[in-house]
């Protein structure tokens, strides 16, 4: 029961998280390409609920930043113009989920673009770009996870079920791909493709990459578990009886992997998410302007923007909650799969 | 000042009597040796330099960006090798990197015969390489011989061919040497700059056995390298430092008559990264830093300690966009084909050029330190920029009218924003091939991406390694777009001779072509030679003006933005005045000197 409403909860943490981050188009303010040359490098505004004059206003706004003149990034506060916050606004078109154009906001300033989270160096809004970066980095781990392990169930499956020559020949390939040093790898293969890809064929590209390269884990997972399965009593009972391979595999083994996959998922995504921000940061992901997280903190390449932007390590933080969801759902499924198995064992001791 | 060990104030009495004690004894001993030394070469022709009078003494420590590949100026390619050099070696005739015109080096006064074909020059006497050894003809004779020896591999062998033959030379006498051109060379003595004299006492031996380029690497000994410049080699210790000392013998001297260089030293530290240079140069490790980017420029003025900052205003590097016109790929697909047709049109060149930002560039990339270009010749090349090409500020509706006029019209995409699209009903999407490790030129790139967008152009920026972009434009052709800058070695035309001729090979919308493919590459072919061949600046100037002219016009290449030059020395150093022209900070080098100072006396 515990372990239950424990997973109850972390689901509970990712679907929100998740929630919020499927609806990037509508809770950024802007589009994450559009670029307002006159604002780089603007750092986050405050939202004021107190004015200058220390009067409390109604609605939340901001003073609107300009730069100072003869600087480059150096801004003031105009405390002489308050620009208000409005909830629900119509503003830049963009489609939600993928398919529902859209052009309802979340929340919008008057008269001005507000920059909550700063700006970059082109003057795009920083938040906005969090959002869909985040979207894409997710979803990239999340294809990526599910690639793999649909790709290791396959393989440790056929292994660990009909064993001899085929398990040691798919085992043996398994042990390749696992001793491979993976980060070069991606950059051999990225490198053989064609240079000038557009931003969805990136995507898929990366996913595959990704997808290909880590199933050894998951498949030599598989395997052991499917080999302690199929010599289970119930396993061979039903055998006895005459079920076929594929009804053995769909009814009594195929669930006996579930808890170790979905573990598996849980802890590859995070995984993953940080694989495509290692190849975006390294400039071999998902093409400008289109952004990503590890496309976001590739500017923290250059030192002075590491020493001056503190808005730009933003993206970096982004991901902390998501990666202790999952790896707290993880660590969850396999309690309870631990649970289950010992629940089931001292059944199966029972006179 | 207080004593802080407090129980032995005796020690400072008696250093106090002890110093100048040492000091009488030092020049006691020194000073018979000064004269006989200013004795021994009365002959000599000292050159005097104007500037501030400087003080003796002192290291000055520089960081470079790699390890210098070689000491040989013959076959040195990298900046490194060349900052190095430039401080080891000197030319006949020098250009003055503050006025960028020439002035007598070693040679001592030139005359030009009057079909422009012949020059005499007349070098300084009494000279001497670094290592003691006179100089005279000979020692140009064998320098020229060696630059202009195919099995050499010298860089620079092409600007000794004048009107397809090599310029011949021929000794007069031990002091007078005559250069004899097939062509009037417009640029004239300028020609001389950059050719180091070689000491032939150490190089003509491994010359003649074929090792040529085994001489003069960085593992040479200290004593079996010689040069003509302000400081010889000292030690070097790979990975860490390559030291230089003063050139006891060499040419040049101060208003006063001191002999320079004033420098006991210089350091050359190998710092791999820009950032790395800054926080040395912070911190007080190096004394000069040059090459600096605008972020970082920007850091260090901020905080300014002890040390000068300078923008020495826009250099000779220009960035620009172009677009692949090659006509002779061997297998040009159907696609490429189409694309070519856009790029062919004037008019759709003209409307990129008319929809970039190029202020944006400037402030965004450069951080307002730099300027926006519409040509090739850049602001800080003030002798030869062309003043009356027009500016025009950026604009969208120009653009699209620009567009209609050459047939293009507009769709509406299915998410609201509109796409360009060809006479032939295509849409008009192409990559821009940038460097990856070049930062600026990246976001130069993004930023003009953005731009075309908004005239429905769909453009995928591909950073990608610097040599094998340079493969892709040269060899292999295969690229829509790509997005480039070039550094002029001088501030003269002929110094991008090869960039202009449609025959060059760095003619980079089209390398190497056979006959000019349209009549105005013909034009600016024949403008070219004419400049090459006319006597005067101002013909000259007329000459090159009109080719900007062109340019403008004809839009090959679309000029975006040129970087300002920016470096910074301690406050200390004297005689700090930098140039636009490379090496930006050291060209004066014999002159830069330690002011008094604290900072000074703890050296």
Partial sequence: ??????????????????????????????????????????????????????????RPFVYPLSLREGTFDQYREDTTRQERLWFFVSGDRYSLFGFLPCRLHFFGIENTRGYLLGSDGYGRDQLSRILYGTQISLLAGLAGAGLTVLIGLCIGGVAGYYGGWRDDALMRVTELFLALPWLYLLFALRAFLPL???PLEAFFLIVGVIGTVGWGRPARLVRGVVLSAKERDFVRAARGFGATDGYLFRRHILPETSSVLLTQAAILVP????????????????????????????????????????????????????????????????????????????????? | ???????????????????????????????????????????????????????????????????????????????????????????????????????????????????????????????????????????????????????VHATQRDFLIVGGKPISVRKLDAHTLVFQLTKPYGAGERLFDGFYILPRHLLEQPYREGKFDQAGTLVTAASAWAGLGPFRLKEYIAGQRLVLERNPYYWRADLKGNRL??????????????????????????????????????????????????????????????????DSIEKTSPEMLGKQKWFRSVKFRQAVSAAVDREAIVRLVYQGRGAPLWGPVTPGNR?????????????????????????????????????????????????????????????????????????????????????????????????????????????????????WLSSGGTHLWNPSEAHPATPWEAEIDRLMERQLAAP????????????????????????????????????????????????????????????NGPENDRR
Wanted: glycine share 6%.
């Fill in chain 2, 536 to 595: 005067g600046y101002e013909e000259r100037k007329k000459l090159y003006d009109r080719l900007q002219e062109i340019l403008a016009e004809e839009q090959p290449m679309i000029f975006l933005a040129s970087p300002d030059i920016l470096v910074g020395a301690k406050t200390v150093i004297g005689n700090f005045h930098p140039s636009v022209l490379e090496p930006y900070v050291l060209w004066n080098v014999e002159q830069l000197f330690f002011r």
């Fill in chain 1, 1 to 58: 029961m515990k372990l239950q409403s424990s997973l109850t909860r972390w689901l509970v943490v990712l679907g929100v998280l998740h929630g919020v981050v499927a609806c990037a188009g509508f809770l950024a303010p802007y589009d994450p390409t559009s670029q307002d040359r006159k604002s780089p490098y603007l750092p986050p505004m405050r939202i004021h609920l107190v004015d200058a004059q220390g009067h409390l206003q109604v």
């Fill in chain 1, 271 to 351: 995984q993953f998410v940080l694989a495509e921000m290692t190849l975006s940061f390294l400039g071999l992901g998902v093409p400008e302007p289109v952004p990503s997280l590890g496309n976001l903190l590739s500017n923290l390449q250059q030192y002075s923007v590491l020493a001056s932007y503190w808005w730009m390590y933003l993206p970096a933080l982004i991901m902390v909650p998501f990666f202790l969801g999952y790896l707290g759902l993880a660590s969850t499924l396999q309690k309870r799969g631990d649970a289950y198995k010992i629940e089931r064992a001292d059944f199966g001791s029972l006179p």
């Fill in chain 2, 1 to 151: 000042m207080r004593n802080k060990r407090g129980k032995f104030p005796y020690r400072r009495m008696l250093s106090s009597l002890l110093l100048p004690l040492v000091f009488c004894l030092l020049t006691f001993f020194f000073y018979p040796t000064i004269a006989s030394s200013q004795q021994e070469n009365e002959n000599e022709e000292l050159l005097v330099l104007p500037g501030e009078m400087g003080r003796s003494g002192g290291r000055l420590i520089v960081s470079l960006r790699a390890e210098p590949k070689t000491l040989n100026p013959v076959t040195s390619t990298d900046a490194p090798s060349r900052d190095v050099i430039g401080a080891m070696q000197a030319d006949l005739v020098h250009i003055n990197r503050a006025t960028q015109l020439t002035e007598p080096a070693l040679a001592r006064s030139w005359k030009v015969s009057a079909d422009g074909l012949q020059y005499t020059l007349k070098l300084r006497t009494g000279i001497k390489f670094s290592d003691g050894h006179p100089m005279d003809a000979d020692d140009v004779l064998f320098t020229f011989r060696v630059y202009l020896d195919e099995k």
């Fill in chain 1, 196 to 198: 000038a890809v557009n």
């Fill in chain 2, 383 to 499: 002798r030869w920029v062309n003043a009356s090409i027009a500016h025009p500020a950026r604009s969208l509706d120009r653009a699209r009218a620009l567009l209609k006029e050459a047939g293009f019209s507009w769709s509406n995409g299915p998410s609201g924003d509109s796409a360009l699209i060809d006479p032939d009903g295509k849409a008009v999407d192409f990559s821009l091939l940038t460097s990856s490790s070049n930062a600026d030129r990246a976001k130069m790139a993004t930023l003009v991406q953005d731009d075309l967008k908004q005239l429905g152009m769909h453009v995928q920026v591909v950073p990608m390694e610097f040599r094998s972009l340079i493969d892709r434009v040269m060899q292999t052709k295969e690229y829509d777009a790509c997005l480039l800058g070039l550094v002029s070695f001088d501030a003269d035309p002929t110094a991008d001779m090869n960039v």
């Fill in chain 2, 261 to 326: 260089p004033y420098l006991d030293e210089i350091v050359f530290l190998f710092v791999p990264s820009a950032d790395a240079q800054v926080l040395r140069f912070q911190s007080g490790e190096a004394d000069v830093i040059s090459r600096l980017s605008a972020e970082n420029y920007a850091v260090l003025s901020r905080q300014q300690r002890a040390y000068t900052m300078v923008d020495a205003g826009p250099g000779l590097e220009y960035n620009f966009l172009f677009f692949n016109l090659n």
